[in-house]
Every structure is written in structure tokens, then in C-alpha cells.
């Protein structure tokens, strides 16, 4: 386990802002103590030894204070190890004073004991999770082994308030008051800072992520706006080739004719990649808007109808196994028809002669599988990682058919998002392909 | 006697295309440019089919035009055959069956155009 990840939370420069912060709040809580003692002093309250020695505890913490500060200034440039080991110094270097005060102070009669609290809700701020088990076992060894020494001969107890009732002197009573008075608002400040800070990250996140929201919408558009822009000149230059090809056919020369044959096929090709690349927009901008309740039974056998002129001209067979009964379901019969046009399209095209396709659809508690399975030239598993990514064709698919755009099956992904689905592939090479897409009907319908 | 057609259409050169191939079956061809200059060429000139493209000046004004034509009683009888872009986006294949209360034309033709296709469209749908 690292205890300092290597993330901005913990990077030097806001470790030193923490180094900083806690020397600031070190000058105010020597500056109460001062004035503590000071109090003390003038009411007569406490043995004077006492009152003496914590005198000097608050002038060791102010002269600590001061190297502390040195040390925190830019000009030290503390690195990373050395910045830990000084917090860690000050933390350990405060609790010892405090120990030493709570002791001064009557042990456990003490209420500076309250003052443990606000050390461990530091560490917890300033380190990573933790340290402030580490601060609070301190705390505790340091507090046992005081009433240890206490109670054995080594240390005798000081005995702050003279054997009276607390609550029969009004200083005491005061005193104890303003201990939970400081207490209270100094873990209110504590526990505010630490929220403060957390709605800070997550406002700075919040307006980071709706940024890249925007930054995707624009490239979405752009997408959109350019693929459209470039369609309508490429449909014009294919329609203008197809009339020489077809109306005009008689008076070229078949080399011309040849010619013109290979434009329109490359303006084909054109065509499919503007037209995918349409589609990979698609779900950004209709989002759920053109969902509706639709049978996916009767859906799906229609396609796998529609695929038989292109199942005969391979001689391959095509089943479609499914419950008998209406497979109801909400979503977008244009994203849908994407995903099982492709995926079925892909296993004619990557299937041999006589090859089987089977499409097998399943319900299940959670909502349905649909399952597109070939026995065709698979794919193999190096390569199943890449198979959804844009532009992504294996080297054997392109050896195979040269025409494809690769962004068949980035857009049935995007389709499968778009209804919450996921989609999964198991493939051996040489035996075949499985999809499957499972589409989720929870709140669906 | 030759049946003309009506193309309205702003890509200049996609209607020299279907002029051509038109012509080449016996049709005679005239053109209007947008919607407007289009509805005035049907009440002129009263063409036996209209070839109406989807998208000019906006996304559908081709869908506007189509319902003036069926909307005035003189010209309403015109066959219309909507012309749309190449997947129309969506890929989304219209089907006059399906669409045909709410969109008020006889057919549709996918761009590029097919010469053949276009042919056996507009035989299909113009009234012989």
C-alpha cells in the first residue's frame, strides 16, 4: 500500500499550502494559550508552578512555530519525502505539547483533553486515510502512558483545582465553559474547512465534466454537419457517373466505361463512410427521444428475413431461434436495426459458402440476449480488443473483402449504449464468431 | 404524347444528371431551382410528375412544398417523388406505405440516383 498516492490531492505544492495553513493555525492557537495562561495568572487560578510551566510550553511551541516556518517557506523548496516527515514532526512535536499541558492541567480532570480531537480531524485533512488511525493510536498511547506514569511513582499528579467541587468556583466553572465553547467552534471550523474543500473539488468537477460534455457536443455536430456537407456533392458525382455508366454507356469506349466503373464503386465506398459516420452520431442528439415500445420478436425476424437474398447468394443458412411469444421492448428501432444489420451483415460477409448464421433471442429476469453466432473465419483474440474501435479492420477481414468502412461495429456499440446494453464477443479463428448483445429492460418498460 | 417532368431541385448539376437520363427514356424535363420557383412551374406548366428534392434552402422544405401541392384543389392530383439524401442521416429508410398520412408524397428516391431506378420510378408513379 502507498500511503501518499500519487494523485494532485497529494501532490508537493498542495502539501506545502497544508504545511502552511497548519503554522497559521499554530499562531492562533499559541495566541489562545498565551492569553490562557496569561487568565490564569490574573485570577489566580491553578498552582503557580503549573501556571509557570505552561508558560513555557506555549514559548517552545511559538519558537517551533518559527523554524516551521522557515522550513515552509518557498525559498526551501521542500520535496516530497522531506515535506511528509515535517508534518509528521509538527504533528507529533504538537501532541507532546499538549500532553504536556493536559498534565499541567490536572490530567484527567483536564479540559484541554478535548483539545486531542482537533489533532486527529487535522491529520485527517492533511494526510491520506490512514494517518488518522495513526494520530488517534497516538493519542491514545500518549494519554494511557500520562495516567500510567500518573498512577505509578514516577510522575506525580498535579492537582489543578484544589480538592473543591468544580462546579462550586465560578472561575472553574468559566474556565471549563470557555474550554467547550473553543472546543466546539474550533471543530466546527475544522469539519467546515474540510467540506468547503470537498465542494470546491466537486464544483471544479462538475464544470470540468459539463466542459467535455460541450467539447464532445461540438465534435458531434462537427461530425454531423461535415459528413452531411460532403454527402450531397459525392451523391451528385456518383448519380453524374451512373448516368455516363448507364445512359451514355453506348457512345464511350469500354476503357472509359471501365474507368467510370471503378469511380463509382470508390464513390460507393465514400458513400458508406459518410453514412457510418453519420450513424456514430446518431445517439448523441436524438438521445432517447425516438424510443418506442416495439415487439423485438417480430423485429429481429424480420431481419433475418431481409438477410435472405444475401444468406442464398452464399448458399449459407440462416436460423432465427426465439421464444413464441411477443418480445416487448422500449427503444430505437433505427439504433436497433444499426446493431443487428451490422452484426448480421458482418457474419454473411465473414462466413464462407454454405456457412450457418444462427440469431438466437432470450429473455431473461434482467431483459434479453440476442445472440448472432456464424461458423465462419472467426476472429482472432489478439485482435478481438480492437474490433470495436473506429476505423479498426483486422488484417485477415481486410484481406478477406476489401471494401469496409470499420466503423460497422463502433456504431452498434454506440447503439448498444444508447439503450443501457452491453455487447460481448467470443470468436475462434477458424471456427466461427459469437455476438452478444444483452439489452437491459429494467425501468425499460 | 411525351410526359413531362417536373424536377425541383437546387444541385444544378444532380438535375442535368436526371435530365439526361430522362430524356434518354422520352420524358421531357424542366427544373425549378426551390420550392417557390417549383410551385410555380406546377401551376404553369402542369407537369405529369414531380421529382421534389427533400432539402434546399432548409431541412425539409421539400416536406412544405409537398403539402402546398396538395393542398391546392388545380395541382393536388400531381404525382410527387420525394428525393432524399443519401440515408437521410439516420439511415433511416422512409416507406411510403407506413409514412403516407403524414407525409403527402407518392414515392421516394434515394440519392445517387440510379438511372435505371429512376426510370422505373417515375414510369410507376406518373399517370399514363
Known sequence: MTLFPDTPAFSTASMLRRDQWLIRLRWFAALGLFLGVVLLKTIKLGPPTSIFWMGVAVGVLILLNLVYLIFASDKMRLEMPKLVILLNVQMVMDLLVLTLLVYLTGSEESPLTFFYVF??????????????????????????????????????????????????????????????????????????SVTERHRRVREKLEIA????????????????????????????????LMVIDDVLGEKIDDRVKDMVRRAISRTKEMIEMLKDLADLTYGNFQERQKF?????????????????????????IISYQAPEMPCKY??????????????????????????????????????YLVVV??????????????IFKEFYRTPSARKQISEGTGLGLAIVMRMVELHDGSIQVESREGYGSKFTITLPIEENL | MTKKVLIIDDDFDLVEAMRITLEAAGFEVIDAQDGEKGLEK?????????????????????????YKIREESAIKDTPIVMLTAVGNQTGFQFDPGKDADFLPVDDFLEKPVNPKKLVDVVRQNIKL
Open chain 1, 119 to 192: 489533532h486527529i480531524i487535522l491529520a485527517s485533512i492533511i494526510f491520506p486515510g490512514g494517518f488518522s488511525y495513526l494520530y488517534s493510536m497516538l493519542v491514545i498511547i500518549l494519554y494511557s502512558s500520562l495516567l500510567l506514569m500518573e498512577h505509578s511513582i514516577y510522575v506525580d499528579h498535579i492537582c489543578f483545582f484544589h480538592e473543591i467541587h468544580l462546579a462550586d468556583d465560578i472561575r472553574i466553572v468559566i474556565a471549563i465553559w470557555f474550554i467547550v465553547v473553543v472546543t466546539m467552534t474550533v471543530s466546527a471550523y475544522l469539519a467546515q
Open chain 1, 209 to 240: 465534466n459539463q466542459k467535455l460534455q460541450e467539447i464532445n457536443q461540438t465534435k458531434t455536430t462537427f461530425f454531423r454537419y461535415a459528413s452531411h456537407e460532403m454527402k450531397s456533392p459525392v451523391a451528385t458525382v456518383q448519380s453524374t
Open chain 1, 292 to 316: 418506442e415500445e416495439l415487439d423485438l420478436n417480430a423485429f429481429l425476424a424480420e431481419l433475418v428475413s431481409d438477410a435472405q437474398p444475401n444468406i442464398d447468394r452464399k448458399n449459407q
Open chain 1, 330 to 367: 422500449f427503444g430505437d428501432s433505427n439504433a436497433l436495426n444499426k446493431i443487428f444489420v451490422n452484426l448480421i451483415s458482418n457474419a454473411i460477409r465473414y462466413t464462407q459458402d454454405q456457412g450457418e448464421i444462427k440469431v438466437v433471442l432470450k429473455q431473461n429476469s434482467r431483459g
Open chain 1, 373 to 386: 453466432s456464424d461458423n465462419g473465419s472467426g476472429i482472432p483474440d489478439s485482435e478481438q480488443v480492437n
Open chain 2, 42 to 66: 406546377i401551376r404553369e406548366d402542369s407537369p405529369d410528375l414531380v421529382l421534389l428534392d427533400v432539402m434546399m434552402t432548409s431541412m425539409d422544405e421539400g416536406f412544405h412544398v409537398a
